[in-house]
C-alpha cells in the first residue's frame, strides 16, 4: 500500500517515510536546494494542494512557513494509502509571460551603450576595469513580480537575447499580496525573503548557457516592495502611510539624488562575476515601482506627444497616463483575486485552467484549458471571459448577483472534478475590479481628460495580455472606447530593464523621467470612495462627469 502522489502533474507512488524531496528525484522533477536536503537553505518549497492529513507534520526548520508551504525534505509521507497532490515554486509549465508585443520603437535597433564595456582584455564597469576576459560579455535583465519573476541572459557586446528563465515567486509563503510580504519581512528581520529569492535566482543563472563569471550586471524591475526586499532594505515604510519606499523618504531629506539603488552581486547573493553589479530601476513614488518606470521606458514615454496610458492589471495594479509634457501615476490595491486568488475555484495559469469561456444561446458552456489538461480551475483571463457571458446571458446582473436563485455556476459539469463559482467569488473580483476602476476615474479627473481623449491604451503584463477586451470592457475593468485604441503588449516591463541594462544615455533619462511624474494618492480625492463603489457594479466604465466637465 502507498499514497498516489501527485507533484508538478507527474504521478507517483510513495510509500510510508519517504519525503518529499525524493519522491521529486524519482519523478524527475527538480526542486530547488542549497544544503542537500538538510532542512537549512529553506528553498525547497512545495505548497501542498491536497492530502495534508497524510503527511507528517512541521518541523522547526518549517516554523517560518504559514499556511499550505512546506519544505520537501522535512515533510514525510505517513500513511499507507490517500491522494497527496502539491507542487514547487519552478512549476516550468506554468504560463508566464516572458516577452512584449507592439511596443513602439520595436522594430528600430538600440544605439548599445551599456555599463559594462570592454577595452581589448580589460572589462571595465563605469570605465573602471573590474575583470580580464577574453570570451563574450553578459548581463541580466529581470523583471521581479510578486508572483512572478522572469530573467533574460543578454549580449552586451551585440545585444543579443542568449535565453530566459521564468518562474513562479518563491516568497509567496509570506503572503500572496505586498502588504503581506512587508508584514512578514518587517517581522523576520533574518531577510528570509529575500535569502529564498536569492537561492531561486542563482538556480536559474547557474543553468544558463553561458559561464555566470562572464555576467557582470543583473538590472533590476520590481515593485517597490519586491526591489526593497531584494536589495536588503527595510521595507516598513512602504506598508504605512504615506507607503513610501525608504530611498524616496531619504531623496525628500536631501540625503540621495535618486530612487534607484546599486549593491554588489555579492552582498545580494547571487553566482554572477563577484565584480558584478546590481542595479535596481527607480521608483516613481509610493507602490508605483520601478516596474511601472520600466514600462514607461518600454513605451519610450520620455519623447512620446500622443496621450497614452499604460495599466499593468496585477496584485498591486500600476496606471500611468501623460506623454513626454506631463505624467500622472497612481496604484491601485486590487489584490491577488485576479491572477486566481482567494477565488474557490481560482488557480494561475497552468495545464488544467480554464483560460476562456464562451456561454451558448440555448446554456450549454464552452471552456478551453491551458494545456488541453484535464480541468481544475479557472485562472485570470478564464475569470474575466465568465463574468461577461454571465452578464452577457443575463445569468447574473450588474450587482453581480445570479439570477434565478442560483448561488453558483458549474463551468464543467461532465468532468471529474467540477469547476464552480459563486457570489463570494464575484464579490472577490467585484471588489479588485473597484479598485482599479477608481484609480482609471481618479487619475483620468486628475489631468482633466476622457478616456475616449487617449491615443493609445497600453494593457502590459502576462494578464493584461491574455485578457479578452470584450469581456473586460462588458464587466467595466477597462474604459469603454475604441477597440483599435487597446494594445495588449505584454511584459513591459522586462523590455524596459532590457533597455536600461544596454543603454546608460537610457538609464538617465528614465531617471530624469520619474522624477517628473505626478503620483495621485487614490484616497485624497473627494470621488475616490463613489468611484470605488461604482466599480464594484459590472457595467461599462465611461468617462465621469468631473473628466467630462473638466474636458470641455
Not at 524527475?28 to 538538510?38: A, L, W
Not at 518600454?298 to 496606471?319: H, K, Q
Not at 439570477?403 to 459563486?422: A, K, T
Not at 485624497?524 to 467630462?548: I, K
Amino acid at each position: 500500500m502507498s499514497v498516489e502522489l501527485h507533484l508538478n502533474g507527474r504521478e507517483a507512488n510513495a510509500s510510508i517515510g519517504s519525503s518529499l524531496f525524493d519522491c521529486a528525484e524519482l519523478l524527475g522533477v527538480r526542486v530547488p536546494t542549497s544544503c542537500r536536503k538538510q532542512g537549512k537553505c529553506k528553498e525547497c518549497l512545495v505548497e501542498i494542494v491536497e492530502g495534508t492529513e497524510f503527511l507528517s507534520g512541521k518541523v522547526p526548520a518549517e516554523a517560518h512557513l504559514r499556511d499550505n508551504f512546506r519544505l520537501s525534505c522535512c515533510t514525510r509521507v505517513i500513511s499507507d494509502s490517500g491522494v497527496v497532490r502539491c507542487h514547487t515554486m519552478r512549476r516550468g509549465d506554468m504560463r508566464i509571460e516572458r516577452h512584449a508585443l507592439q511596443l513602439p520603437g520595436s522594430n528600430q535597433k538600440l544605439m548599445l551603450d551599456p555599463a559594462v564595456t570592454r577595452d581589448g582584455e580589460r572589462v571595465l564597469l563605469d570605465s573602471n576595469e573590474i575583470d580580464r576576459r577574453t570570451g563574450p560579455i553578459h548581463g541580466l535583465a529581470m523583471d521581479l513580480g510578486t508572483t512572478t519573476v522572469v530573467i533574460r541572459l543578454l549580449n552586451l557586446e551585440t545585444g543579443e537575447v542568449i535565453a530566459d528563465a521564468s518562474f513562479e515567486n518563491p516568497q509567496r509563503f509570506g503572503g500572496s499580496d505586498v502588504m503581506s510580504r512587508i508584514h512578514y519581512d518587517t517581522e523576520d528581520q533574518s531577510r528570509l525573503l529575500q535569502r529564498t529569492l536569492a537561492g531561486y535566482i542563482s538556480h536559474a543563472i547557474e543553468e544558463f548557457p553561458v559561464d555566470p563569471m562572464s555576467i557582470y550586471e543583473l538590472v533590476v524591475a520590481a515593485n517597490s516592495t519586491m526591489r526593497d526586499i531584494f536589495f536588503r532594505l527595510s521595507v516598513y515604510s512602504i506598508g504605512q502611510n504615506p507607503y513610501q519606499s525608504i530611498t524616496e523618504i531619504e531623496m525628500a531629506q536631501g540625503q540621495r539624488s535618486t530612487t534607484s539603488l546599486f549593491e554588489s552581486a555579492k552582498r545580494l547573493g547571487l553566482p554572477i562575476n563577484p565584480n558584478g553589479r546590481v542595479y535596481g530601476l527607480p521608483v516613481i513614488s509610493g507602490h508605483v515601482g520601478a516596474d511601472a518606470a520600466a514600462c514607461m521606458l518600454a513605451v519610450n514615454l520620455a519623447n512620446e506627444e500622443r496621450l497614452v496610458a499604460i495599466m499593468d492589471i496585477g496584485t498591486n495594479t500600476e496606471l500611468i497616463l501623460g506623454n513626454k509634457h506631463k505624467i500622472l501615476a497612481a496604484s491601485c490595491p486590487a489584490g491577488p483575486a485576479f491572477e486566481g486568488g482567494k477565488i474557490s475555484c481560482g488557480m494561475p495559469g497552468l495545464p488544467g485552467a480554464i483560460e476562456k469561456v464562451t456561454i451558448h444561446a440555448d446554456g450549454t458552456v464552452q471552456v478551453h484549458v491551458i494545456g488541453d489538461a484535464p480541468v481544475e480551475g479557472i485562472c485570470g483571463s478564464g475569470l474575466i471571459d465568465l463574468l461577461g457571458e454571465l452578464l452577457k446571458s443575463e445569468r447574473m446582473n450588474h450587482l453581480g448577483r445570479f439570477e434565478n436563485g442560483e448561488h453558483e455556476f458549474i463551468l464543467n459539469r461532465n468532468d471529474h472534478q467540477p469547476v464552480s463559482f459563486n457570489e463570494s467569488d464575484v464579490n472577490e473580483l467585484a471588489q479588485a475590479k473597484g479598485a482599479n476602476v477608481a484609480g482609471l476615474h481618479v487619475v483620468f479627473d486628475r489631468y482633466g481628460i476622457r478616456f475616449e481623449d487617449l491615443d493609445v491604451f497600453y494593457l502590459a503584463g502576462g494578464f493584461g495580455r491574455h485578457l479578452n477586451v470584450q469581456s473586460s470592457k462588458r464587466i467595466g475593468l477597462i474604459p469603454n472606447i475604441d477597440d483599435s485604441k487597446i494594445l495588449q503588449v505584454g511584459n513591459a516591463s522586462i523590455e524596459g530593464a532590457c533597455i536600461a541594462l544596454l543603454s546608460r544615455a537610457k538609464r538617465t533619462e528614465l531617471e530624469n523621467l520619474v522624477k517628473r511624474v505626478v503620483h495621485c494618492r487614490l484616497e485624497t480625492h473627494p470621488n475616490f470612495f463613489d468611484y470605488f463603489v461604482e466599480g464594484c457594479q459590472f457595467n461599462p466604465v465611461e468617462s465621469s462627469r468631473t473628466a467630462q466637465h473638466s474636458a470641455a
